[in-house]
Antibody, heavy 118, light 110 residues
Framework: QVQLQESGPGLAKPSETLSLTCTVS????????WNWIRQAPGKGLEWIGY???????SYNPSLKSRATISIDTSKNQFSLNLRSVTSEDTAVYYC????????????WGQGTMVTVSS | QTVVTQEPSFSVSPGGTVTLTCGLS?????????PSWYQQTPGQAPRMLIY???IRSSGVPDRFSGSILGNKAALTITGAQADDECDYYC??????????FGTGTKVTVL
């Protein structure tokens, strides 16, 4: 059973870069697509993007210009950088796994709250 | 920009049946959108219930079922229980590696 754990600063300053890492255990990093999803306080869920172990990525068009997802297979980790953040980026950020052939988000981390504030 | 719409809220009696839907701002939902459904209780990460339109995830009770109804994806809860009271989200794969979440439905059991 794949387990995911988000880590990173809980606070980011406006105009700076939000950086989060997800550590994967219990499964091969080569067997899944790895996603970032977020949820602003009191709002719905928003898919940010995914990465495959090969480095193939896909992003939500609304965030594509600011988001970069990378992967380190040697550390079983993948990461999110979100540039030029504003208060609109304040949210709980989840890392998730998509099993090949499932085309859905079948494993989730517990989520980490990031607040954008000066 | 693709918008995926869900009913904002639904109320169901204990033991009753409720069907939530997931539609597209333009066009019809079909199996090729690989609809999936998620349940989220307050303060918790979502949990996948259904993927591939109608395949229940491991451990999900069979009172949850997925289907295509008309031009929308649907999640039916048959025999609703008190702990089914929470938020439900659908996701559609719209092609080109892009996933879109629905707006979410808050289900009340009373």
């Amino acid at each position: 059973q794949v387990q995911l754990q988000e880590s990173g600063p809980g606070l980011a300053k406006p105009s700076e870069t939000l950086s989060l890492t997800c550590t994967v255990s219990g499964g091969s990093i080569r067997s899944y697509y790895w996603n970032w999803i977020r949820q602003a306080p009191g709002k719905g869920l928003e898919w940010i993007g995914y990465i495959y172990y090969s480095g193939t990525t896909s992003y939500n068009p609304s965030l594509k210009s600011r988001a970069t997802i990378s992967i380190d297979t040697s550390k079983n980790q993948f990461s999110l950088n979100l540039r030029s953040v504003t208060s609109e980026d304040t949210a709980v950020y989840y890392c998730t796994a998509t099993t090949l052939g499932v085309d859905a988000f079948d494993f989730w981390g517990q989520g980490t709250m990031v607040t954008v504030s000066s | 920009q693709t918008v995926v719409t869900q009913e904002p809220s639904f109320s169901v009696s204990p033991g009753g049946t409720v069907t939530l839907t997931c539609g597209l701002s333009s066009g019809s939902v079909s199996t090729r959108y690989y609809p999936s459904w998620y349940q989220q209780t307050p303060g918790q990460a979502p949990r996948m219930l259904i993927y591939g339109t109608n395949i229940r995830s491991s451990g999900v009770p069979d009172r949850f079922s997925g289907s295509i109804l008309g031009n929308k994806a649907a999640l039916t809860i048959t025999g609703a229980q008190a702990d089914d009271e929470c938020d439900y989200y659908c996701v559609l794969y719209v092609g080109g590696g892009i996933y879109v979440f629905g707006t979410g439905t808050k289900v009340t059991v009373l």
